[in-house]
């Protein structure tokens, strides 16, 4: 009898994680930066698109990129002056291109931490829809601030959507260490039922 309700509760339990994993068809849209980025020289392809590529893989997501149509200074200390510029009056650039997020359950929403926060092209992304119903996982690189203040903006902005926990790859590790990157990816997808 104990057997049986053990192998009763074992079971409820993994029905519980599997209906709480994220389900549907998902995205991962990414803003990245190529050009010269802090601990890692000046880079082809942006540190957080390497990681988003990982995640599109593993989940079997598409994948679009937030682009600007004004593109930002090639050089850190320039980007790095525009971003805050930004951050500080709230500007909201202009994209290049948007994507209809309407037919996406899931959105894996990914950026570099400039000044402890998101981009401000990823807030003009982020208004630019509506993300009632929507489940929302945030990833970030960074050299050394984690997630930043982006958890929280993120449910600020986003009332009607889940806001799941995030995942943080240091840029350096993107860029240099990317088998160490792909098993956080790894890890972390698997946590969240991906």
């Known amino acids: 009898m104990k057997k049986c309700i053990l192998a009763l509760s074992v079971l409820a339990l993994a029905a519980g994680c599997a209906l709480a994993a994220p389900r549907g068809k998902a ?13 890692v020289g000046v ?3 942006g540190n957080t698109m390497i990681v988003a590529k990982m995640i599109a893989a593993a989940a ?12 930002y200074p090639e050089g850190y200390d320039e980007t790095t002056d525009v971003a805050k510029k930004e951050l500080r009056a709230g ?4 994209l290049a291109e948007d994507k209809d997020i309407g037919a996406y ?4 929403l990914g950026y570099p931490i ?6 401000m092209a990823v807030f003009t992304f982020l208004e630019s829809h509506d993300w009632k119903g929507k489940t929302v996982i945030p990833f970030a690189t960074h050299e050394g601030s984690g997630m930043g203040r982006t958890q929280e903006s993120l449910r600020k902005a986003l009332p009607d959507a889940t806001v799941l926990g995030g995942l ?11 088998t160490q990157a792909q098993q956080a990816v790894t890890e972390w997808l698997a946590k969240l039922g991906f």
């Not at 359950?105 to 894996?108: P, R």
């Not at 790859?169 to 993107?174: D, E, F, N, T």
């Open 27 to 39: 995205l991962v849209a990414v803003f990245s930066k190529t050009g010269e980025q802090y601990n």
């Open 105 to 108: 359950d899931t959105v894996f």
């Open 60 to 71: 079997g997501a598409d994948l679009f990129e937030i682009r600007t149509v004004n593109a």
């Open 91 to 94: 500007v909201r650039p202009e």
């Open 43 to 45: 880079i082809q392809e």
């Open 114 to 119: 400039w000044w402890g926060e998101m981009p």
């Open 168 to 178: 943080a790859v240091r840029g350096a590790v993107a860029q240099n260490e990317r």
